[in-house]
């Protein structure tokens, strides 16, 4: 592929990182004026001193010394006022850039968490980084830098050995700085990737802190996640350590180069060639023009870490495309259908599900059967659109569910996984799926259909319980209900149950059929894995599912007694086999 057929996928690819970039540019010239103001008012202390050494100390004029001292002092107020601006300017930038890419990258991380991905929020960091760098002084660097060679002209028209000496010092910062960015980039890089693989490895044993605890594993997980940090420890140590170095060396050359500009002057004073004035003035000059370059090694960490971060940004865009806008289909009425679907997740080379076709009709329930490791969780979120099929085709009403846009088909399915995890906010929140406008009626007719109404109310507040990090801890029963009333909520056509019983006691399980016959009711499409005879008893129609494959789909009665006829004529061993991981068959 050529440099021109790469920008252009990138720019189809990368719409939305480059329309910010775009933008964030248009604002770079307002930066770019506010610098050239600011940098031009710089010269108000070397005129200054200039004038108060070639002028007052001549002419010996107080009035002239207040005079100069007045219009000095509001030049340096307007140069303080316009580098707040300034950095007001960088600031409101990064938070555009914060709100305009945020909604982005989180959408993607999400898909491509679907897909696989176990980067996590690695995405939100890495804006965040690029934002910290646009609101840090750091990104002023780049703005004033332009302006050095002008202060290096001005020092040289006061005299070309001054300019000459300024050149000189301009040139061994510069060659200090290009030697900081090549030592330092491999190291900086190294330390980011190693500082992501530590931060997820903890995230997930913090995600995963009871199991943690009980089991005794904090002390070998807290060794691995030592081994993986000390890479990025290590890496970015050398990367600090030989920036500091390079940073010392830079400040004693930036003041040596100072004082001797005032000694060259010096000299250059006693032979009559300039006055004090200049030579006050032009080590003025050279530190203000060798700033720039000290302030940008001194901030180069940051910069490189950037850098990094944007790279990962933009990779991250075109490594997936956008997710076109889809056109909308008409509510459904719940047929669903599914023919000769097979599904290999990514990463793997077996199919979990293979040649699985089978349909459902509004008003009626399937209950999921099987041993473990069947393929009936990986059905269930092909059915919702969570995963797509490797191949065959998942179809509601007719329509391909990859038609449907995803936030539209939201609306009409429920789905309650196996772990019923609830978002940080209300139970209202919660089950409303953290809608700000839902109607409280619909909050109340969902958890009353799941027969969660009354246990919410013995809450401390109700439905306006918060819930979450730092709030209530609810039981694994008490999510389950909520979860349930989350996917039952708007009355969806097609509602898809993985394991709703699994932490229900009697209680639950009763009212978990009582919410399931009121959804059959009303239309719904139901489709429930399950190993519990309460499961069984509410299905119209059965699914077998082993290794994957369809084994058995029919009426309910029909499905129970085959796989009676089967464990009645097996011999032990094989009668175990039958029963293992399949729910007790009830009598029909």
């Known amino acids: 592929m050529s440099t021109r057929d790469r920008r252009a996928g990138h720019r189809i690819r990368g719409t939305d990182l480059d329309e910010a970039m775009a933008q964030c540019r248009k604002a770079a010239w307002v930066l770019l004026a506010f610098s050239l103001a600011i940098n031009l008012l710089m010269l108000a202390s070397p005129l200054y001193m200039l004038q108060v050494y070639d002028r007052v100390m001549v002419t010996g004029s107080v009035n002239t010394l207040v005079m100069l001292t007045i219009l000095a002092a509001a030049?340096?107020?307007l140069?303080?006022?316009?580098?707040?601006?300034?950095?007001?300017?960088?600031?409101r930038m990064s938070s555009w850039l914060s709100d305009r890419l945020g909604p982005v990258y989180l959408s993607h991380s999400v898909r491509t968490r679907l897909m696989g991905d176990g980067s996590g929020a690695q995405a939100m960091r890495d804006l965040?980084?690029?934002?910290?760098?646009?609101?840090?002084?750091?990104?002023?660097?780049?703005?004033?830098?332009?302006?050095?060679?002008?202060f290096l002209v001005l020092i040289w028209i006061l005299h070309p050995a001054l300019g000459l000496l300024a050149v000189c010092s301009a040139g061994l910062l510069l060659a200090l700085g290009i030697a900081n960015?090549?030592?330092?980039?491999?190291?900086?890089?190294?330390?980011?990737?190693?500082?992501i693989a530590a931060t997820l490895q903890a995230e997930t044993t913090i995600r995963n802190a009871e199991v943690v605890r009980a089991m005794g594993m904090l002390p070998a997980l807290i060794e691995r996640w030592r081994v993986s940090n000390d890479v990025g420890v290590r890496a970015s140590q050398e990367a600090n350590e030989r920036s500091a170095l390079l940073l010392g060396f830079t400040k004693f050359a930036r003041l040596f180069m100072q004082s001797a500009t005032l000694g060259l002057g010096a000299y250059l004073v006693l032979k009559g060639e300039v006055s004090g004035g200049a030579m006050i003035a032009a080590s003025i000059l050279l530190g203000r023009a060798l700033a720039p370059v000290e302030m940008a090694m001194g901030t180069w960490r940051n910069f490189g870490l950037a850098r990094v971060a944007y790279y990962r940004l933009q990779m991250r865009l075109q490594s997936m495309p956008d997710q076109r806008r889809r056109f909308r289909l008409p509510s459904p009425a719940g047929f669903i259908s599914l023919d000769q679907v097979s599904y290999t997740p990514p990463g793997m080379r077996a199919p979990v599900l293979q040649q699985v076709s089978f349909q459902a009709r509004p008003g009626e329930a399937i209950a999921v059967i099987g041993p473990s490791a069947s393929g009936k969780s990986t059905l269930c979120r092909l059915l919702v659109g969570v995963a797509r099929p490797t191949s065959g085709e998942v179809r509601l009403d007719g329509s391909d569910l990859g038609h449907w846009n995803p936030d539209d088909l939201g609306r009409h399915l429920g789905y309650l996984p196996q772990d019923a995890e609830l978002f940080p906010g209300t139970i209202r929140d919660n089950i409303s799926r953290m809608s700000g406008g839902a109607d409280d009626a619909a909050v109340i007719e969902a958890a009353m259909l799941a027969h969660a109404h009354d246990m919410i109310q013995r809450l401390p507040n109700g439905y306006d319980t918060a819930i979450g990090d730092g709030a209530l801890r609810l039981s694994g029963g008490q999510r389950q209900r909520i979860g349930l009333a989350r996917a039952i909520y708007g009355v969806p056509r097609l509602i898809v149950l993985d394991e709703p019983n699994a932490n229900l006691d009697q209680a639950g399980e009763a009212a978990l059929s009582a919410a399931l016959e009121e959804m059959k009711r009303k239309g719904a499409t139901l489709l429930i894995v399950g190993h519990r005879p309460s499961t069984i008893a509410q299905a119209d129609k059965i699914l077998l599912m082993k290794d994957g494959r369809v084994e058995g789909f029919g009426p309910r009665d029909e499905i129970l007694k085959r796989l009676r006829l089967a464990v009645s004529g097996a011999s032990p061993m094989e009668r175990n086999t039958l029963r293992d991981g399949r729910p007790p068959v009830p009598a029909s």
Do not use: M
Not at 181 to 195: G, N, P, V
């Open 181 to 195: 960015e090549t030592l330092t980039r491999a190291s900086i890089a190294a330390a980011s990737q190693a500082q």
């Open 79 to 91: 140069l303080g006022v316009l580098d707040g601006l300034r950095a007001a300017v960088t600031i």
């Open 128 to 150: 965040s980084q690029v934002q910290a760098f646009i609101a840090s002084p750091g990104l002023s660097v780049f703005f004033d830098a332009p302006w050095a060679p002008v």
């Open 75 to 77: 030049a340096l107020l």
